[in-house]
């Protein structure tokens, strides 16, 4: 049994110790809990959205480095603790979308068609390639 799912990219530089005050955060608020962190493109801001401060429509005071739970509208999943009764309701209440399929939900729901090309062989790489195999069906 484990309480809290982490999600880590391996693009993004961290101390472990505050994996596991993420985790104990998220476990004891219930609460999806996220690091801030830029995106890639440094111009481009946080990769979070944060909730605008009381009485502003889009600005949010953040201190970097203060010991606090800023509220967010979105989380990036690079440095994410999920408590377990998110992860154990969330698939029941709502079918799973990755971002890429949830892209495609939302190109659908502005009348958008999508479609799988079957002619290139494409092999997705990890520690070793994996292939479509002819006939496969999924």
Excluded: N
Aim: proline share 4%.
């Amino acid at each position: 049994d484990c309480d809290v799912l982490f999600m880590l990219d391996h693009d993004i530089e961290y101390d472990p110790k505050d994996v596991v005050e993420m985790c104990r955060r998220a476990k004891e608020s219930r609460a999806i809990v996220g690091g801030l962190y830029a995106k890639r493109d440094a111009d481009r801001g946080f990769s979070s959205r944060m909730v605008p401060d009381e009485g502003s429509t889009d600005k949010t005071t953040i201190v970097v480095g203060e010991d606090k739970l800023v509220p967010a509208a979105y989380v990036a999943t690079g440095f994410m603790a999920v408590p377990r009764q998110v992860s154990e309701l969330i698939p029941s209440a709502y079918e799973y979308l990755s971002e890429d399929w949830s892209f495609c939900h939302r190109a659908a729901a502005l009348g958008f068609k999508s479609y799988v090309w079957t002619a290139p062989r494409l092999t997705h790489w990890g520690k070793k390639g994996y292939a479509v195999e002819e006939g496969v069906r999924s």
